[in-house]
């Protein structure tokens, strides 16, 4: 792998603003949604990088961001030494070329009225000068690559005739087609049957080796992302709270959130003790002091509340957000939060145990 990271996330900020309530109107204070708030990661090329989260944790804004597919509110993203953040809008042609994205539903990303080679031909049209034939000869190629072989029986068919796994290759096909350097993935599992599951993720392996891309995982599943990633952030409100190897964040978990994701994880001998959460009130005004998490925090501390612990980079292959592991300082009490500390996925019902 080249020194130099294929993605470098630095400050990631996006903000939306938030409906308030008619008290803060009168007072005018503006109200925001901390959807990705300040996050920073980098992602070498070739490897593949976990980001886990329960519902409202701001995954989905995160990649999102990261694609340009929302404009941050600050920050940069990196990619192969330029930040396409400054890119116009023929330069963001250009990379979208070599970053491809796997969307959640198969059903809903297909074109019901396009047949498999027109869904897999589009992005060929349009970075690609080819002609009929070759569109043809090199969709095949890519069906056969993702497992949907012989092409023939594949090509000219309607998403209607596919079955749920069938359609989810067709939407890897056309997402490796243009040979990319990144593939993003979100949650390219949930609408599947569990059955058809580790197929996708065995096949999402062989292509990287093959192909050589590097890989975002995007899921609420640790033990799906434990077993593709190699290394692995964990986002809670916005916020990355810890980030290892996969191996470490699964076997060694820091950050009492992540404790409370691994607890729930199934074991052959049923001896893991069960972490339950207290579940956040209900409340669309409430904004949380210090650590977001520290409400729900089995370990909080009187600091917890008043100060925002910073992502301790002491440790340069091991990250961790929590006053448990590092001392408050200075930096992290300036960091008091402003506005609404959730994000614009919250959800009332929130568990520790992942979806």
């Not at 989905?60 to 961001?65: G, H, M």
């Not at 994205?101 to 074109?111: A, G, H, K, R």
């Not at 350097?181 to 990287?208: K, N, T, Y």
């Not at 961790?320 to 592991?325: E, K």
Request: charged fraction near 30%.
């Amino acid at each position: 792998m080249s020194s130099e990271p294929l993605v470098d996330i630095r400050g990631l900020k996006k903000y939306y603003a938030a409906e308030s309530g008619f008290f803060r109107q009168l007072l005018g204070r503006e109200e925001q949604v901390k959807a990705v708030d300040d996050v920073n990661f980098t992602v070498a090329a070739g490897e593949t990088f976990g980001i886990i989260g329960e519902s409202g944790s701001g995954k989905s804004t995160l990649i999102e961001t990261m694609l340009q597919l929302e404009r941050p509110t600050d920050g940069k993203v990196i990619f192969d030494g330029e930040d396409i953040c400054e890119y116009s809008s023929t330069e963001l042609r250009s990379f979208r070329e070599r970053a491809q994205m796997i969307f959640q539903d198969p059903y809903e990303t297909l074109n019901p009225q396009k047949t498999v080679f027109q869904s897999i031909a589009e992005p060929l049209k349009n970075f690609r000068d080819m002609d009929h034939e070759e569109l043809r000869t090199k969709v095949k190629t890519t069906l056969n690559d993702v497992g949907l072989n012989p092409a023939e029986e594949y090509i000219d068919l309607f998403p209607e005739q596919l079955s749920g796994g069938e359609r989810q290759r067709v939407c890897i096909a056309r997402a490796i087609v243009l040979d990319p350097d990144l593939l993003v993935a979100d949650e390219p599992l949930s609408m599947l049957d569990v059955s058809l599951q580790s197929g996708i993720l065995r096949l999402l392996d062989r292509l990287q080796e093959e192909h050589g891309f590097a890989m975002v995982y995007v899921t609420h599943n640790l033990s799906v992302v434990q077993s593709v990633a190699d290394r692995i952030a964990v986002m809670y409100l916005g916020k990355i709270v810890e980030q290892g190897t996969a191996e470490q964040v699964v076997n060694d978990p820091k950050h009492p959130y992540t404790r409370a994701l691994v607890a729930c994880l199934p074991t052959l001998t049923g001896d893991r003790e069960r972490v339950l959460l207290p579940i956040p009130e209900d409340d669309d005004d409430r904004d949380i002091p210090g650590c977001q998490f520290h409400p729900r925090c089995p370990d909080a501390m009187e600091e917890c509340s008043r100060a925002v612990p910073a992502l301790d980079d002491s440790q340069t292959d091991r990250q961790v957000a929590c006053f448990l592991h590092h001392e408050v300082t200075e930096a992290d009490r300036d960091e008091q939060p402003s506005g609404v500390g959730s994000t614009a996925e919250s959800e009332s019902r929130v568990t520790s145990e992942p979806q």
